[in-house]
């Protein structure tokens, strides 16, 4: 007797090949339900309707043996999935081999339906309760939920299929969690979170050689791949996640940041990404190397060949030349990303952040603030030049991507110096000016958290600083502005504070 295929699948690519497999080579019987059928007709395969049958499917006789036909049909009312339970009678004579079943993603019906009844109508009832019943009876059926197991399971023994099984167990949880998480939303709380992680592979470590390490696809990814084919690390994963996020925020202009431990050593604008290069690199150049440089605009030649001659780790960017590419063919060393992604879609991709510790698990929302030069205000009587306002919403948007307390030195369009998880202000005050030195002359301080001493001023003043942008908000902020106006530095407060553990 030839053994049966059930197949109903939203995601349908490689299902064609699979399923003329299945019938030539070993020997199955296919029925289809909807528009699988529909495809898989339309290909030229032969193919049996479940409209044919006129009860359940077999796999599942017994679970639904169990309720009255009164009551699915009470609960299922007019749906698809009821006509479908109802049209597949016969096929408890002859039993499945094997259940081919992917369901629409949730997540993205309710990305993209803001109306709750058009979400919960696409809710798909009748494959959650296929995959729930052929997972039960693995031992002898083989169940498949994602088509990169489409030939790994051809030939599956009961451990195969276990953990067939156990995929498809863990697909209709988390869908689960997704409708109830969807449906939450309307009681005006989000009692729930859902995260639902599917392991791409694992790394050759974590943060250090004893810790173990993998990487997962999350509901809203970022689309990329390694144009030389090298193995990315945890740590270059996380570091090009900083550089692309200082990147996005310049999406529209020429804009490199160079990443060194996942704090930014160097960003700037420029009038061609060599430009903006050189001059990110010259921030701190010692810290550039063996660091992860982040472009917002494809990689030319020019700026290739500088990278080529300097030990660099990852460089990310929307694309590169075709020449960059060949230049980079003998370098062992560099692994060279691109993002498929805008970077303008990128900044929309993650919505929250989220920290597992033992004290449970803190969630927020990404820190996507935005700096309006209509609304932040001047409060000293010198007042700063457009050029002055240009560099201060550049260093505002960098140090929003350093670590707290930080203080980010910037003027044409470059940071000068970068200083980055003080303790306290004082401390990042001193230690930013220290290190650009005469480049502070008539250029920006840039603060995340408010200034609460006025030491930080009389240091500005030292160092010759011409404008100070930050939060504001201070018991102390009338005498910090008393003494800026004593020595003629301008001061601008945002209202807004950026604190990043």
Not at 166 to 185: G, H, P, Q, V
């Amino acid at each position: 007797m030839k053994r049966r295929a059930f197949i109903s699948v939203y995601d349908k690519l490689g299902l064609t090949d699979f399923a003329q497999n299945l019938v030539e080579k070993f020997d199955y019987e296919i029925v289809a339900g909807g528009d699988t059928y529909d495809f898989l007709n339309n290909a030229g395969i032969e193919v049996v309707d479940a409209s044919a049958f006129s009860s359940t499917l077999g796999l599942i006789s017994k679970e639904l043996e169990q309720m009255s036909e009164t009551i699915i049909a009470g609960i299922l009312g007019n749906s698809t999935e009821s006509k479908l339970l109802n049209d597949m009678e016969d096929a408890l004579i002859k039993p499945f081999d094997m259940v081919v079943v992917n369901l629409c993603p949730f997540d993205k019906i309710a990305y993209e339906n803001l109306d709750i009844d058009d979400a919960i109508s696409k809710i798909d009832i009748a494959g959650i309760t296929l995959l729930r019943a052929a997972a039960k009876n693995y031992k002898h059926v083989t169940v498949i939920t994602d088509k990169v197991d489409y030939y790994v399971a051809l030939n599956a023994n009961e451990f195969g299929r276990l953990k067939l099984a156990i995929k498809a167990y863990n697909l209709t949880s988390n869908y689960d969690r997704m409708i109830c998480s969807k449906l939450a939303e309307q009681t005006g709380e989000k009692p729930f979170k859902t995260f639902s992680f599917e392991k791409l592979k694992d790394l050759q470590y974590g943060e250090n050689p004893h810790q173990k390490g993998a990487v997962y696809r999350t509901a809203n990814m970022v689309d990329y791949e390694v144009v030389n084919e090298k193995e990315l690390s945890f740590n270059n994963l996380l570091n090009i996640t900083e550089a692309v996020n200082i990147v996005s925020e310049f999406y529209d202009v020429n804009c490199v940041s160079i990443i060194r431990h996942t704090k930014p050593c160097g960003v700037a604008l420029g009038r061609s990404l060599y430009d903006a290069y050189t001059k990110a690199f010259d921030c701190d150049p010692i810290s550039s190397f063996y660091g992860v440089v982040g472009f917002s605009k494809p990689v030319d030649i020019e700026v290739a060949k500088h990278l080529n001659s300097m030990s660099v780790e990852v460089v990310v960017a929307p694309d590169y030349e075709p020449e960059v590419i060949d230049l980079f063919k003998d370098n062992d060393d560099i692994k060279l990303v691109k993002l498929n992604t805008s970077l303008r879609e990128y900044r929309r991709l993650t919505v929250e952040e989220v920290i597992l510790t033992p004290f449970g698990a803190l969630v927020q929302d990404r820190n996507n603030s935005e700096l309006d030069k209509d609304k932040f205000k001047v409060v000293t009587r010198e007042k700063p030049t457009a050029e002055q306002i240009e560099d201060a919403v550049f260093a505002w948007k960098v140090v929003k991507h350093a670590k707290t307390n930080a203080v980010v030195i910037a003027r044409d369009f470059k940071t000068v110096a970068i200083a980055q998880g003080q303790t306290n202000s004082i401390s990042a005050v001193e230690h930013a000016l220290n290190y650009a030195c005469d480049g502070s002359k008539e250029a920006v301080l840039a603060s995340d958290s408010m200034l609460t001493a006025e030491d930080c001023i009389y240091s500005a003043v030292q160092s010759r600083i011409g404008l100070i942008i930050q939060p504001g908000g201070s018991i102390k902020d009338k005498s910090l502005i008393d003494v800026c106006d004593k020595y003629g530095i301008a001061m601008i407060t945002t209202g807004i504070r950026n604190y990043r553990q």
